[in-house]
C-alpha cells in the first residue's frame, strides 16, 4: 500500500518503528495526529509497513477522552492492553495529576 498524500513515507516508516521500540505512536511523537481523520489513513499504512518487516503484529487506534480533551493512540494490543494505553496516554499528553 503506498502511502497517500497525507501520509508520507517517512511518517509510516517512523511510526512503525516507534511501535516495535515502545510499543505505541501518540500525537506527542506524531503531531498530526491530532487530527482524528488523519490516524485513520496512517493505521493501515503502519499496519502495511509491518507486514513488509514480516511482522505478525498489527496495531489498533484508539481514542480516549480525558476531561482536558481527547487523544489518539495507535498501539500493539501484544504488548499493551488497552486499559495500559490509556494511561499511557494519558501520561504523555499531560493530562496526569
Known amino acids: 500500500m503506498e502511502p497517500t498524500a497525507s501520509v508520507s ?3 509510516k ?6 511501535i ?8 506527542r511523537e ?8 488523519w490516524c485513520h489513513e496512517l493505521l ?7 507486514r513488509l518487516r514480516t511482522l505478525d503484529n498489527r496495531v489498533v487506534l484508539k481514542l480516549f477522552h480525558y ?3 481527547e487523544g489518539s493512540i495507535i498501539y500493539d494490543p501484544s504488548k499493551l492492553s488497552e486499559a495500559r494505553a490509556k494511561t499511557v496516554l494519558m501520561h504523555a499528553l499531560g493530562y496526569h495529576k
Open 20 to 27: 516495535m521500540d515502545q510499543g505505541f505512536l501518540t500525537e
Open 44 to 50: 493501515p499504512q503502519i499496519n502495511d509497513e509491518m
Open 9 to 11: 513515507r517517512l511518517q
Open 67 to 69: 476531561y482536558s480533551g
Open 13 to 18: 516508516t517512523e511510526g512503525a518503528d516507534l
Open 30 to 37: 506524531e503531531p498530526a495526529m491530532m487530527d482524528a481523520a
